[in-house]
């Protein structure tokens, strides 16, 4: 017991630096929430690139649209495409999987003074079983395209709370 008691020392002289990334902010702060509430997402052309933009504007604001006037803007442009790897069903003799990739370049703009102030890329690579049915193939593919959409915006998010977390 006598070991322990630095450790619950430090434990509560520390207790009060933290607080929840998502949490509310301490009187006269902007919370992190509020502040990814103010970023507007530029319109972007393409079913996957809308869909993309669809998570985005939700992962950003939990619901509540793209906001008008806000201070930055994301501009976004997006690269989709399948390919298939040399892995071929014994059975069948056809390949057993696509892999569908969204290569995803944005760059985030402070309005007030125009100044691109991030720069950066974000990845995802998703499988989807092959299948013999042209249409089950079509619709795993658009399935396997959303999830990366899903994905790309997850990882956007959390580089944009990086960013507004570390620049304050």
Do not use: H, W
């Not at 249409?135 to 580089?159: M, W, Y």
Request: hydrophobic share 40%; glycine share 8%.
């Amino acid at each position: 017991m006598k070991n322990l008691a630095p450790a619950f020392a430090l434990a509560l002289m520390l207790g009060g630096c933290f607080q929840p990334m998502y949490g509310d902010a301490p009187l006269g702060k902007t919370s992190l929430r509020d502040t990814l509430r103010e970023v507007e997402i530029a319109p972007i052309e393409g079913r996957v690139a809308q869909e993309l933009r669809n998570d985005l504007i939700f992962e950003l604001t939990g619901g509540d649209g793209n906001p008008t006037g806000a201070p930055y803007r994301l501009n976004i442009m997006v690269s989709a495409g399948t390919s298939t790897p040399p892995i071929i069903d014994p059975a069948t003799g056809v390949p057993a999987v696509d892999i569908v990739t969204l290569n995803v370049t944005y760059r985030l703009v402070e309005l007030a003074n125009n100044k691109t102030v991030l720069n950066e890329r974000a990845l995802a690579r998703v499988t989807v079983d092959r299948s013999l049915q042209r249409f089950a193939r079509a619709r795993g593919v658009r399935d396997a395209e959303n999830r990366a959409a899903k994905s790309v915006a997850l990882q956007i998010r959390s580089r944009l709370a990086s960013y507004f977390l570390t620049k304050s």
